[in-house]
């Protein structure tokens, strides 16, 4: 009994050790990889410009960060550029994850309870079931819109799926942010703070608020 009461305590100063660390891991790799996918659509709409002078849509064709809220509660994210202006994104329209060359999308099939990952999708945008990130808030700029685009200019836009003709209506007057809320009631999540990302209006500057 003496023996197994040392080995609890054993695992109790081991777990309070490493678990803090594992946390602060968790949320460093989040705030890594949703920043990187954001620069990287950014610099995807520098190099690629969208413009089509024959088609009066073709504002809708911008890179874009895109995430979806399934209704079990999952949140996955794509980042893209809808090239038919039409219809939503597919796989081959979006970008590559330079880490693994999987494509940096998912489709909404994911949402599904029965799902599997298809392999040929980065498991990285699946940022509930990799970093228990629960729910996300968009505000200023952004607020009420689930994405992010950028034009040739690196400048930020929202809303561009009701851009009917290129007058550049929804091009950001003010900065948009998103907040990323961890699972409160994961052992490795419950006390891990939220941070907010922030994509800069006209500049489409994007950095992490500093506060976090």
């Given amino acids: 009994m003496i023996e197994l009461v040392f080995v609890i305590v054993v695992i109790g100063i081991l777990a309070s050790a490493f678990i803090p660390q594992l946390s602060r891991d968790l949320r460093q790799e989040a705030k890594d990889t949703i920043l990187s996918a954001l620069y990287q659509t950014k610099q995807l709409a520098l190099n690629d ?36 202006n039409r219809t939503n994104a597919d796989r081959v329209e979006s970008a590559i994850d330079p880490s693994n060359h999987k494509y940096i999308y998912q489709s909404n099939y994911i949402c599904r309870k029965d799902a599997k990952e298809n392999i040929l999708d980065s498991p990285k945008v699946l940022i509930t079931k990799r970093f228990a990130i629960t729910s996300i808030v968009s505000k200023g700029g952004c607020s009420g819109f689930q994405h992010v685009a950028f034009d040739s200019l690196g400048r930020p836009h929202s809303g561009i799926d ?21 699972d409160k009631e994961g052992f490795f999540t419950s006390e891990l703070k939220p941070f907010t990302i922030v994509i800069e209006s006209i500049t489409g500057r994007i950095y992490l608020k500093k506060t976090n």
């Fill in 162 to 182: 009701g851009y009917t003709q290129p007058d550049y209506k929804f091009l950001l007057k003010d900065d948009c942010s998103f907040t990323f809320n961890f």
């Fill in 49 to 84: 410009s969208k413009h089509n002078s024959n088609d009066p849509q073709w504002q809708k064709s911008y890179w874009k960060w895109r995430y979806t809220l399934c209704k079990k509660g999952d949140i996955f994210y794509i980042v893209t550029s809808n090239i038919d």
